[in-house]
């Protein structure tokens, strides 16, 4: 999860002092606004629990702030917040979730009644969800899920998405995976600050494996979500069948063997992966066009030029160095970011650079295999940026840890953009 604070408002209060408001975005949508003073009193409240495991907290300035010093106090909470919200220990805490959904509500001014929230399923059902306007995206997630019978040990294996639709439809139209809803977020709060009827709760399958299929084919309600997502993944092209795989799944689905069909499916090229709107590059030339694909530890590019010249990259997720995502534009939808990710091209370190609105959620793709892949190397390190922050944070993965650990779990080493140098990518 990204968070960034690209926006403070100065402001004066009803005794006429003034005060900053910092506006708080994740994965490029805004999450809440809030005061210095607020944010110190969570701190405390939440330091008497976790102590030293929380990250420093920004000092107080007795004297009025030059503009300097205002700057450099945007940027610590930013780094404070980035922090917390990637320990899993304090986010998923009762008094974490208490705070942000506060800061949440009180933000937009939104008071805590009754809705009927509607979660939409890949084939265009929809589950209609009894929950309050306060309620986190964990929450709706897990009543929806239990509405549609999946039993509560499986549910991790699914998270609630933004998704935008053109108005022709999923199938016959342009489907747009947006955002992953962070546990904490008030998934009802997004899509009313959006205010765009196109943009629409789903859920999905969270996994990036697609070998984790068969841990969930003993739920039939289960089998029913995966069906309906490969199918519609299908029906977009995002997975490649050979003609004979067409033709067999085709005849799957007229006589409805889910079961069948996904079995048929893990053998198909690009089952599972995530395949991203056709977005600018700098790769090749000025007016070349990338559309790219995620999935089972592999990024895969297509790289078109205006002159048909075309190139494919297809990267283990072991062999990305590490990327950026810089925010560009500050709007309620995402629509100006940039990704940027290296590789070893030979002896040579490459960077290419990818204008897409969804360059948020590509980095929590990318993060997601990370989390699943198998540690097989010494030492990995990767990079992540915001042009809104001067952090930068740095995976390194020693060679104890890799004979201790099964998985590759991401731990971040904070260090300064003057460092970079020294942080061996």
């Not at 994965?27 to 210095?36: A, Q």
């Amino acid at each position: 999860m990204h968070i960034s604070i690209p926006v403070t408002e100065e402001l004066v209060d009803n005794l006429g002092g003034r005060y900053v408001l910092y506006s708080v975005y994740l994965e490029g949508f805004i999450l809440f606004k809030v005061r210095y003073k607020d944010l110190h009193f969570w701190d405390e409240k939440m330091r008497d629990i976790f102590g030293n495991r929380l990250p420093t907290f920004p000092p107080k300035y007795y004297l009025a702030m030059t503009k300097s010093m205002a700057v450099q106090r945007r940027i610590m909470l930013e780094s404070y917040l980035q922090e917390v919200v990637l320990d899993p220990v304090v986010s998923n805490s009762d008094i974490f979730i208490t705070c942000f959904k506060k800061l949440q509500l009180e933000t937009f001014k939104m008071p805590a009644i009754k809705v009927i929230l509607k979660v939409y399923l890949p084939d265009g059902r929809q589950v209609k969800v009894d929950s309050k306007t306060s309620d986190t995206a964990e929450r709706v997630q897990e009543v929806a899920l239990l509405t549609l019978n999946v039993s509560r040990e499986l549910m991790e294996y699914f998270s609630l998405f933004i998704t935008h639709k053109d108005a022709e439809g999923v199938f016959s139209g342009r489907f747009l995976v947006v955002k992953l809803v962070a546990p904490f977020e008030i998934p009802f709060i997004t899509i009313w600050n959006i205010n765009n009827d196109s943009f629409k709760i789903y859920i999905r399958k969270w996994y990036m494996t697609p070998s984790t299929d068969a841990m969930l084919m003993g739920c039939p309600a289960a089998v029913d979500l995966l069906y309906a997502q490969a199918v519609q993944e299908l029906e977009m092209n995002w997975s490649r069948p050979t003609e004979q795989q067409s033709n067999l799944l085709k005849q799957l689905i007229k006589t409805d063997n889910k079961v069948k069909f996904l079995e048929l499916m893990q053998q198909v090229e690009h089952y599972s992966y995530q395949k991203l709107d056709p977005a600018a590059t700098d790769n090749l030339d000025a007016n070349t066009m990338v559309t790219v694909s995620v999935g089972n530890n592999e990024l895969y590019c297509s790289f078109q030029t205006s002159n048909q010249k075309t190139e494919i990259i297809s990267l283990h997720i072991g062999k990305i160095t590490g990327w950026h995502v810089m925010l560009h534009q500050l709007e309620k939808t995402i629509d100006q970011q940039m990704f940027k990710f290296g590789y070893m091209n030979g002896e040579v370190l490459k960077w290419i650079t990818i204008w897409t609105n969804q360059a948020f959620l590509l980095s929590t793709l990318l993060k997601k295999m990370l989390s699943e892949e198998p540690v097989t190397c010494t030492k990995e390190n990767l990079e992540i940026d915001s042009r809104t922050s001067a952090n930068i944070y740095t995976r390194k993965q020693k060679k104890s840890d890799v004979l201790k650990k099964k998985d590759s779990s991401v731990s971040y080493i904070k260090c300064d953009s003057s460092d970079l140098a020294d942080c061996n990518l």
